[in-house]
């Protein structure tokens, strides 16, 4: 069983960065592709960015291109996300997501809950103005 654990959320002023962490425990190598998504108070769940494992090709929503950046760390099995200039309309809980299917490639940024077989509880991050 693979259970995502994020962390490193917190409060900024808008223009501010904050680095969220994933890591996954019993993070098997038939993990094929991992993700961050984010869902802000009364609104749907979107996806933010995704990784496929096994060429390193990696997705971003519109919304954060050019200040968000998706790595991993295949040593400490962690999965990172890099978030600069924020903005308040960031402000949402982030979650992580894994999964082992080699059609995830096709829903990288998908947030349904099926799009993805593992989720974490979340971390929030809050971007004041």
């Known amino acids: 069983q693979v259970q995502p654990v994020e962390s490193g959320g917190g409060s900024v002023q808008a223009g501010g960065s904050l680095r969220l962490s994933c890591a996954a425990s019993?993070?098997?190598?038939?993990?094929?592709?991992m993700g961050w998504f984010r869902q802000a108070q009364g609104k749907e769940r979107e996806g933010v960015a995704a990784?496929?494992?096994?060429?390193?090709?990696?997705s971003y929503a519109d919304a954060v291109k050019g200040r968000f950046t998706i790595s991993q760390d295949n040593v400490k099995n962690t999965l990172t996300l890099e978030m600069n200039s924020l903005e308040p309309e960031d402000t949402a809980m982030y979650y992580c997501?894994?999964?082992?299917?080699?059609?995830?490639?096709?829903?990288?940024?998908?947030?349904?809950?099926?799009?993805?077989?593992?989720w974490g509880q979340g971390t929030q991050v809050t971007v004041s103005s």
């Open positions: 019993g993070y098997p190598d038939s993990i094929v592709c």
């Open positions: 990784i496929y494992r096994r060429d390193g090709r990696k």
């Open positions: 997501a894994a999964d082992y299917r080699a059609s995830c490639m096709t829903r990288m940024l998908d947030p349904s809950p099926n799009a993805y077989r593992y």
